[in-house]
């Protein structure tokens, strides 16, 4: 029996199975997003809600989403600036905001921080806090616990004033006015709701071509897949900001996680697992920013990568078995969770591609080969339809956004760069699904914010990782140059892999 030919066929067949999993996803809430969402609303309450900006050494953008969230035309709420900055500069100017706004520093308040020192103690430091009616400042001392840290305090200071309601926003992201009263409609309607998803998408004036490529790749989600999931009744994601919350449903499913770097799944796979329910607005839009430069991209999708990593390792089974959630709805929270690491099993596919060719091209006539061609043949052209498939699976959603969502038909031109440039990441991907597989620690890296038109240089990826991409770039191009030689084929992931690997090269 010819045991490398089996192994080699049912290895292809394993990883063509997984991808078709992925890709029965994309196809499904693709087609789906053509259809218009149901969504139950209820009038308003009127009860309080904490608008929450979530900082970190904002420079330039804090004080536009600031006045953004000042245009709320929602009259019972408090705007609550949750900052980390360990700038002085930076620290101080919201100081003077609050004071602006007539806030008074709070001394008697039992709010503080654990901050580890290197000797292995912890420092206990207060938080600074600053108060109005409808302004606060809440200013942790260190960066301690990254977000997921900062939410956690953000949650014991809105219990300990009564507050029950939450939206939150990244220090980049700017409300429509009637954002308020729009996701209270969607969430008090039902009170298994915890959380309210809203739309993210960047404005195109004045972006560089590089932006226009990741709009493409992160708007997709939010006018393709989110929507799809919301109109078949699938678990709806809670994407990091831009969100109204329930905080009793926080409470019930144990808060934020500090130190994750992926707070917004970890705390979305606890919803799902506790019977909590998600709802998504695709009408109610927040205009911020994507990455200016390709280095802030490929480090922004590191932390991604690993933080879903480590979200897969920690709730795969959980989900998996959990009696709360229907097959359907399981499988698709897996996929969210296994996201990012579908980049892993590209990975060994190329490498088993390679493999193969070089076992089929040494081991011409052997006993082994023919045996895996025979066994190949029967199989050969629904196997050939699946891989394209699978392949034209990644164009479903920006295709669909582009024609039928946005109607820009000119950014169809702009589709083929987008692909190369999400793929050109496929080794960050892979290393940073490693790091989170195996617990290994990476930092938390926030992604620069600039006003546009003063962005200034922007430092390029370092000159290792260009390294090492171009020498798997030649590597690529000189094995499908061998296979072309060898067999006279053209193989078309050339056209996929080789401009991806170009670009990281080079960027």
Aim: charged content about 20%; overall charge neutral.
């Amino acid at each position: 029996m010819a045991w490398s030919a089996i192994f080699l066929l049912s290895a292809q067949i394993l990883l063509l199975l997984i991808f078709s999993f992925f890709s029965f996803f994309n196809y499904l809430y693709g087609f789906a997003s053509l259809f218009s969402p149901r969504i139950q609303r209820t009038t308003p309450s009127g009860q309080k809600v904490a608008v929450v900006i979530v900082a970190f050494n904002e420079e330039y953008v804090l004080e536009d989403t600031i006045r953004a969230c000042d245009r709320l035309t929602y009259s019972n709420k408090v705007l609550i600036v949750a900052d980390d900055s360990s700038d002085p500069a930076v620290v101080e100017r919201l100081r003077v905001i609050a004071q602006q706004r007539g806030c008074q520093q709070v001394f008697d308040h039992p709010f503080s921080q654990e901050i580890p020192q290197p000797s292995g103690l912890s420092l206990c430091q207060p938080i600074e806090i600053w108060e109005s009616p409808d302004f606060i400042l809440f200013h942790r001392p260190s960066n301690v616990g990254f977000k997921g840290g900062s939410l956690q305090q953000i949650h014991g200071f809105l219990e300990s004033r009564s507050i029950e309601l939450m939206y939150l926003l990244d220090a980049d992201w700017q409300p429509q006015p009637d954002t308020l009263e729009r996701t209270l409609e969607a969430l008090e309607v039902d009170r298994e709701t915890a959380f309210v998803q809203t739309k993210r998408i960047s404005p195109q004036k004045g972006m560089n071509l590089f932006q226009k490529y990741v709009a493409l790749v992160e708007e997709g989600c939010y006018y393709v897949d989110f929507e799809g999931r919301q109109i078949l009744g699938h678990p709806t994601l809670f994407s990091g900001c831009c969100t109204l919350f329930r905080l009793q449903a926080i409470r019930d499913v144990g808060g934020f996680t500090p130190g994750h770097l992926t707070e917004d799944l970890d705390l979305t796979n606890r919803f799902w697992l506790s019977g909590w329910k998600g709802v998504y607005l695709a009408n109610v839009i927040n205009y911020g920013e994507v990455p200016f430069s390709y280095d802030h991209y490929r480090r922004q999708q590191e932390r991604w990568a690993a933080g879903t990593a480590r979200s897969l390792r920690e709730y795969f089974w959980k989900l998996l078995c959990s009696p709360r959630l229907r097959l359907i709805e399981k499988l698709s929270a897996i996929r969210q969770n296994a996201y990012f690491s579908t980049t892993v099993l590209t990975g060994i596919a190329i490498l088993l591609g390679m493999i193969t060719i070089g076992w089929l091209t040494f081991g011409w006539n052997s006993y082994e080969v023919e045996y895996y061609l025979y066994l190949l043949e029967p199989v050969k052209m629904p196997f050939a339809f699946i891989v394209y498939f699978c392949i034209l699976s990644n164009f479903v959603e920006p295709v669909i956004m582009v024609l039928v969502k946005k109607k820009t038909h000119r950014d169809l031109f702009h589709i083929p760069m987008m692909i190369w440039y999400a793929w050109s990441v496929l080794l960050t991907y892979i290393i940073g699904n490693i790091k989170g597989f195996f617990g290994i620690n990476l930092g938390w890296f926030r992604t620069p914010k600039f006003y546009r038109d003063q962005v200034g240089q922007l430092s390029g990826s370092p000159v290792s990782i260009r390294i090492l991409n171009f020498c798997v770039c030649i590597t690529i191009l000189g094995f499908y140059f061998s296979e072309g030689w060898v067999f006279g084929w053209f193989d078309t992931f050339g056209l996929l892999l080789i401009p991806a690997f170009l670009i990281s090269s080079i960027k």
